[in-house]
């Protein structure tokens, strides 16, 4: 068993929370493996130990009570699970106010009493023995007074059925992948909301792992396909903000974000948005991958419909016209040049049934790409 450096302190269910809070903090901003960097150096604790703490506090499969659900009505700051060696499970507040710590045991048995007492429609049949893992369907929050039978629920006015309440967030994205995959998008929508059913996307904390924010882009891009896209834009926003702190802006991860959440904004009408995004788009690819390569292609094509549906009927057809040349130029036979001229052809047509007078030449395929990004002026 790897050997751990001696605490400079006692390992105490306070200095737990206190190292847990602080390294949650900074992960906010830094990412998780930084954090935990500085605050095992700060505690005189070794990474592990550190890692230990904060995956306990964080653990779903395994927690009494799932994370971020209760809170110290004394302070109002979350409550987190500590589980030192040859110690019972207690819940303490981050940072801790000074309150003596809560069995953890007699905590879930509490909030699974008041489940099965006033929502017991929300435990599947056979899973009573799990009805605390079910509680966020019912409970919004649960603020623990002195103790364990002190407590304030907040309940939902909307409950929620979860699915696979007690999954790890990786676990939950790989059965959403599956289940997407078979055409089962209303139970994938469904799992990947039980998972982030108590993360708020407005908030400017973002994931804090890359597993988390995979499954917000998931949800979003799900959500604006097959149910309601003003639902899936925050999260789209969420998973991007998220996935560009974790793995920078050249990952195909944070493109891929990027890519739905400018197909959020088309959907729900923020057209100047979406074209800020695909405009984003294009410039990585152009960097990482050349400006003819077909991700590149495809966003400038992408940008040039938003282009026209906003109205900007002549830099979407100057911008869709080169695109068509450049893709036959570099990809002669590709299964997506036809596409192209199809799209390009039923912009002319649209614009001379609107009455149009545009002057000849005005989709000329030489026309500078950096105009059709950065014109913002509405066509005639």
Not at 67 to 92: D, E, F, S, W
Not at 210 to 232: G, I
């Amino acid at each position: 068993m790897p050997t751990r450096s001696l605490p400079v302190a006692p390992w105490t269910p306070a200095l737990v929370t206190k190292a847990v809070a602080a390294t949650l903090t900074r992960a906010a901003e830094h990412g998780l493996r930084p954090a935990v960097k500085e605050v095992a150096s700060e505690c005189g604790v070794s990474r592990r130990t550190i890692d230990e703490w904060v995956a306990r506090a964080r653990a779903v499969p395994s927690a009494p009570v799932p994370p971020g659900l209760t809170a110290c009505h004394l302070c109002a700051n979350r409550m987190i699970l500590v589980h030192l060696p040859k110690g019972p499970q207690v819940y303490l507040c981050m940072p801790s106010c000074g309150r003596a710590p809560v069995p953890a045991q007699a905590l879930r048995d509490a909030v699974a009493q008041a489940v099965l007492h006033r929502a017991p429609h929300l435990v599947p049949p056979g899973k009573t023995e799990f009805a605390a893992a079910y509680a966020p369907g019912g409970l919004h929050r649960v603020a623990v007074g002195a103790d364990h039978t002190d407590l304030h629920m907040t309940w939902r006015s909307h409950p929620r059925q979860l699915v696979g309440p007690r999954m790890s967030m990786a676990q939950r994205l790989t059965y959403a992948r599956a289940r997407a995959d078979h055409g089962e998008h209303a139970r994938a929508i469904q799992v990947l909301h039980t998972g982030l059913l108590l993360t708020d996307p407005s908030d400017d904390v973002g994931a804090l792992d890359v597993a988390t924010a995979l499954a917000a882009a998931l949800l979003a891009e799900l959500t604006v396909v097959h149910a309601d896209p003003s639902t899936a834009l925050p999260w789209a926003g969420w998973a991007h903000r998220s996935l560009y702190r974790l793995l920078g802006t050249s990952s195909p991860e944070t493109d891929s974000a990027l890519r739905i959440l400018a197909i959020a904004h088309c959907r729900t009408g923020n057209l100047t948005d979406a074209a800020n995004c695909y405009g984003e788009l294009i410039r990585h690819h152009s960097k990482a991958e050349g400006t003819r390569a077909l991700r590149t292609l495809a966003a400038q094509a992408a940008l040039a419909l938003v282009l026209y549906q906003d109205g900007r009927c002549i830099q979407a057809r100057q911008l869709l016209a080169r695109t068509a040349a450049d893709h036959h130029a570099a990809h002669p036979g590709h299964r997506d040049g036809p596409r192209l001229r199809h799209e390009l052809a039923r912009m002319r047509a649209g614009c001379v049934d609107q009455g149009h007078a545009h002057p000849v030449g005005t989709d000329d395929p030489s026309h500078d790409l950096q105009t059709a990004l950065t014109d913002r002026s509405p066509s005639a």
